[in-house]
T-cell receptor
Framework: GAGVSQTPSNKVTEKGKYVELRCDPI?????LYWYRQSLGQGPEFLIY????????DSGLPNDRFFAVRPEGSVSTLKIQRTERGDSAVYLC???????????FGQGTRLTVV | AQSVSQHNHHVILSEAASLELGCNYS??????LFWYVQYPGQHLQLLLK??????LVKGIKGFEAEFIKSKFSFNLRKPSVQWSDTAEYFC????????????FGKGTHLIIQP
């Protein structure tokens, strides 16, 4: 497809478990972003990749969160030892470069029980 | 760090009414400004953006926004709303030249009554 694809669309996990969320950006987009959206809030920036490297990971809340983009395309957001407070919709976006229009995926709704 | 304030969290209007959603940001430098819309069950989509030039920008579906630098504002307007405009609207700021992602406001839930 032509858009940003995120899998799974929904994920329910038990507290303390490890989860991986996947993002397939639009082909050719070098910039990739992860955001987290809690209920009643706007998306909150987590991390930005330019190519394979994390250009800015200042939004990651703590060291349980980690993201990779090894080949400069698909990205995986990894959350260790999940907590109930991690429950949110995790959004991925891609663009041609910083400050260009960002195209968002549908998001992964993570529920930690 | 920059922040974005959207003053109206819930707005209910009748069809054909005029719309104005407020957005104020706090950042002293050059900014790029955006409005995104999220229709029910859909992903975030860009409505319009301001980078430079004419402070009155026009977007899709008849929306427009005006950048007023002295007021740090970027309010969204539409002269006559339609039922299909029911959605969540987010104002966002990108600091020019920075490597950060967008900073979003909390959003405004707009309901248009037929």
């Amino acid at each position: 497809g032509a858009g940003v694809s995120q899998t799974p669309s929904n994920k329910v996990t038990e507290k303390g478990k490890y989860v991986e969320l996947r993002c397939d950006p639009i082909s050719g987009h070098t910039a990739l972003y992860w955001y987290r959206q809690s209920l009643g809030q706007g998306p909150e920036f987590l991390i930005y990749f330019q190519g394979t490297g994390a250009a800015d990971d200042s939004g990651l809340p703590n060291d349980r969160f980690f993201a990779v983009r090894p080949e400069g395309s698909v990205s995986t957001l990894k959350i260790q030892r999940t907590e109930r407070g991690d429950s949110a919709v995790y959004l991925c976006a891609s663009s041609l470069g910083p400050s260009s229009e960002a195209f968002f995926g549908q998001g992964t709704r993570l529920t930690v029980v | 760090a920059q922040s974005v304030s959207q003053h109206n969290h819930h707005v209910i209007l009748s069809e054909a009414a005029s719309l104005e959603l407020g957005c104020n940001y706090s950042y002293g430098g050059t900014v790029n400004l955006f409005w995104y819309v999220q229709y029910p069950g859909q992903h975030l989509q860009l409505l319009l953006k301001y980078f430079s030039g004419d402070p009155l920008v026009k977007g899709i579906k008849g929306f427009e926004a005006e950048f007023i630098k002295s007021k740090f504002s970027f309010n969204l307007r539409k002269p006559s709303v339609q039922w299909s405009d029911t959605a969540e609207y987010f104002c966002a700021v990108y600091p020019g030249g920075g490597a950060d992602g967008l900073t979003f406001g909390k959003g405004t839930h707009l309901i248009i009554q037929p």
